[in-house]
């Protein structure tokens, strides 16, 4: 979901007011944030902040309105069709940086033995990806 913050307002609070707002979610922990990034298609000073929200609940399910046409929960490698090329990208760099850290530990974890090749070729592949 996107939202505007309001003047004053934090970003904290933004992502719980849209939560609530759009998706009748509240959040049962804080936010993680993930990134900031900047969108010069909307303007020269629009930047995107993308939070990660694990623990919630839902207390009713969203009414479609002006401002959202559908809602829904879906899994990282079957979200609907129409979901765009930079929405996909944000929604799977947080997995791709947890298996580039875990193979980047898996690969250094003994001093005595040094990365292989190999291994440091798959962590690259793997960073190189984090689109």
Request: aromatic letters at 4%; proline letters at 7%; one cysteine or more.
């Amino acid at each position: 979901m996107a939202a505007g913050v309001e003047a004053g307002e934090t970003l904290a609070r933004a992502v719980a007011r849209e939560l609530r707002e759009e998706g009748n979610i509240e959040m049962t922990a804080p936010p993680r944030l993930h990134g900031i990034f900047f969108n010069n298609r909307a303007s020269r000073r629009d930047h995107v902040a993308l939070f990660v929200v694990r623990a919630f609940r839902q207390t009713a399910a969203p009414v479609p309105n002006g401002e959202i046409i559908a809602h829904g929960f879906f899994a990282a490698d079957v979200l609907p069709n129409d979901t765009t090329a930079a929405t996909r990208a944000r929604i799977v760099e947080p997995c791709l940086a947890c298996a580039a850290k875990l193979a980047r530990s898996l690969v250094t974890s003994s001093p005595e033995k040094p990365p292989t090749t190999s291994g440091m070729q798959a962590i690259g592949e793997i960073e190189r990806n984090l689109l």
